[in-house]
C-alpha cells in the first residue's frame, strides 16, 4: 500500500514541470519570436535503500527547457528597424547581468543614447560590442545581418556600414532557456556566452517580426491530459487511503 501510494504521489509531482512549461508557452501566445519548449519527458529511476528492491520513481531528469526554434508566422511591418530571423538564426544580445544570450525577437529600437535594444530591453551585439548607432542617422538592415546607415543631414548620402549584427546558426546546437527568457547552449548554467555558428548561413528578413510557434490548440489538449493524469494519480491515493482504512478495521479486536 505504501508503495502504491508513494509512486502516484510521484508522478503527479514529476508532471509538475511540464505543466509550468505548457502554461508558460500559452501565456506566451501572442509574444513576438517567441519559441515553445519541448517538453521533457520522465524516466523510471530505481530507489536504493533498506526493503526489497520494487521501488521506483519517475523522475524529471533535467529540469531544462529546451527551446523548439520551428519558426512562427511572419508578418511584414515594413519597419526598417524590424527584422525576422530566419530558419535556426538567433540574435545575439547582453542580457541585464552583463552575459552573452540569444533571441528570436526582432522588434529593435534606438535609445537616446544610440544603442539598439529589443522590445524587452536586451542590448543588441554587434561583433564584439553592442551595436550603437551616430546621431541622426537612418538605418536599414540587410539579410545577412549588416547595419547601414544614411546621414539624415547630408542630402543624397551614400549608406555606410556601421556594423554587424551578432546572428548564429544554432542548428547545430541545443538552446535552453534562461530564467530571462533569453536562450543559451546547453550546459551554460546561466553563464551565456557565444558559440561557433553551424553551417546553414545565419540570415534575417528586414521589414518583418516573427510571432510565436505556440500552437494553442497543442498546448490545451496536452494541459488536459496532464490535468487528468493528475486527477487519476489523486484518485488512486485517495482509494488506496480508503482501502487501508478498511484492512485496519478488518484486522481491529472487537
Known sequence: MDRLIYTSLAAATSQQFNRTQLTNDLANLSTTGYK????TTTEAAFLNGPGHPTRFQPIV????EHVNLEPGAIAYTGNDMDIAMNNDTVLGVQAEDGTIAFTRR?????????????????????????LTIPQGYLIT??????????DSNEEG?????????????????QLTRRTDTLYEVQGSNGNGGDFPSGPAAASVSPGALEGSNVNPVEVMVS????????EMQMKVIKSSEEIDKDGARMMSLR
Open 36 to 39: 515553445r519548449a519541448n517538453l
Open 61 to 64: 531528469l533535467s529540469q531544462v
Open 106 to 130: 526582432g522588434d529593435l529600437r534606438i535609445t537616446s543614447t544610440g544603442t539598439v535594444e529589443t522590445g524587452t530591453g536586451d542590448l543588441v551585439m554587434a561583433e564584439g560590442a553592442p
Open 141 to 150: 538592415i540587410s539579410p545577412d545581418g549588416s547595419v547601414f546607415g544614411t
Open 157 to 173: 548620402g551614400e549608406p555606410i556600414l556601421i556594423g554587424q549584427l551578432m546572428l548564429r546558426d544554432a542548428s547545430a546546437v
Open 223 to 230: 494541459l488536459l491530459d496532464l490535468y487528468r493524469s493528475f
